[in-house]
């Protein structure tokens, strides 16, 4: 389960019950404060990740008055 052919590291070698209880808490604070979180799919290709993460940090630059 390491990430793209590697061998785990110390936190995905806690199993998977654990990675998910980590998810679930990030995602609880991701409802609880949506202006400090964006959830991003990371399943896509890598590409629409990238501009997923572009998209995202131009538009909080810009909401905190830093134009990209």
Avoid: C, H
């Avoid at 052919?5 to 990030?26: H, I, N």
Wanted: charged share 30%; no cysteine; proline share 4%.
């Amino acid at each position: 389960w390491g990430r793209r052919g590697r061998d785990p590291d110390r936190m995905e070698s806690r199993g998977q019950a654990f990675l998910q209880k980590v998810r679930d808490g990030f995602l609880s604070e991701a409802k609880l404060f949506p202006n400090a979180f964006t959830i991003i799919d990371a399943s896509q290709s890598l590409e629409l990740v990238e501009q997923a993460i572009k998209t995202t940090l131009e538009e909080k630059f810009t909401s905190w008055g830093y134009p990209i």
